[in-house]
């Protein structure tokens, strides 16, 4: 899969790209990227790229020449084009899923106040919002989706790890420890360390249910809950409900 992504600011990305997993997964050929100056398509001797808004109002709007001719220059049309705003569709784990099955996506990174709608309606085929909150920027914006959508492409990451992390399955993550198996005076729950895989099992469930009970209860109405799930529901709720002991367990 490869990123191209446009920016005013592309050395704000260029780290991201060059560390860690993703940079491990470049050298593997399973991604690639592209980071694109939109300033080198300024066609004036200041390499001005905003202006204000037609209308009135505060803050300016980046102009349509520049982007429209660095979205040319990549071949942007007939490809997925996400520009990142806080007015666009909220990200979730399972749009990140349906975006890493992509061979190209291309990111607008936006500034000051936006981009211009014209080029909106010619190329952007996703408006994406990462939150209900405003950045001052796109590329920090841009990061959050990157690096959502390109741990789920085939080969990054473990299946496995994949499997059990939040929200898959539509739960939280279960509570995880590490040695030592005692911390000062916290001792990790007796379960995990009895090598009874099944226990282990319903141990985490519950908990996971447990904790998605507390912090996100609009993920279990929304889910499509298994019977086992519903079943932990019930028995959470005879225990008292989501503050529940899972500590002394
Ligand atoms: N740009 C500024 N705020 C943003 C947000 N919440 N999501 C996506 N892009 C943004």
């Known amino acids: 899969m490869k990123f191209t992504v446009l920016s005013l600011f592309p050395e704000i990305l260029r780290g991201f790209f060059e ?3 993703m940079a ?8 690639s990227y592209e980071l694109r100056d939109i300033r080198d398509f300024a066609t004036d001797k200041h390499h001005k790229c905003d202006d204000l808004v037609f209308g009135g109002g505060a ?10 001719a660095c979205l040319d220059a990549v071949g942007a049309k007939g490809k997925r084009v996400v520009y990142v705003t806080p007015g666009g569709r909220l990200l979730n784990q399972a ?13 607008v990174c936006g500034r000051y106040e936006g981009i211009d709608q014209r080029v909106i309606d010619e190329y952007v085929t996703d408006e994406i919002s990462i939150g209900d909150y405003v950045l001052s920027s796109g590329e920090t914006a841009a990061l959050v ?9 085939d080969g ?9 992390e939040s929200f898959e399955g539509g ?10 198996a005692a911390y000062g005076t916290l001792r990790v729950p007796e379960v995990l360390v009895s090598g009874h895989h099944a226990n282990i099992r319903s141990w985490r469930l519950k908990e996971a249910v447990r904790k998605t009970l507390a912090l996100r209860p609009d993920l279990l109405a929304d889910g499509v809950l298994t019977d086992e799930v519903r079943r932990i529901l019930l028995e959470i709720s005879a225990e008292g409900g989501c503050d529940g002991h899972h500590k002394e367990d």
Do not use: C, F, H, W
């Not at 990054?156 to 059990?164: P, Y």
């Open 19 to 21: 560390s860690s997993i």
């Open 24 to 31: 491990k997964a470049v050298e593997r050929g399973l991604l």
């Open 59 to 68: 803050g300016l709007l980046m102009l349509p020449g520049p982007l429209g």
């Open 95 to 107: 749009y990140a899923r349906e975006l890493s099955r992509e061979e190209e996506l291309v990111i």
């Open 145 to 153: 989706l990157v690096d959502s959508v390109y741990r789920l492409v």
């Open 156 to 164: 990054v990451i473990s299946g496995e790890s994949l499997s059990e």
């Open 171 to 180: 739960l939280l993550e279960y509570p995880q420890y590490t040695r030592p």
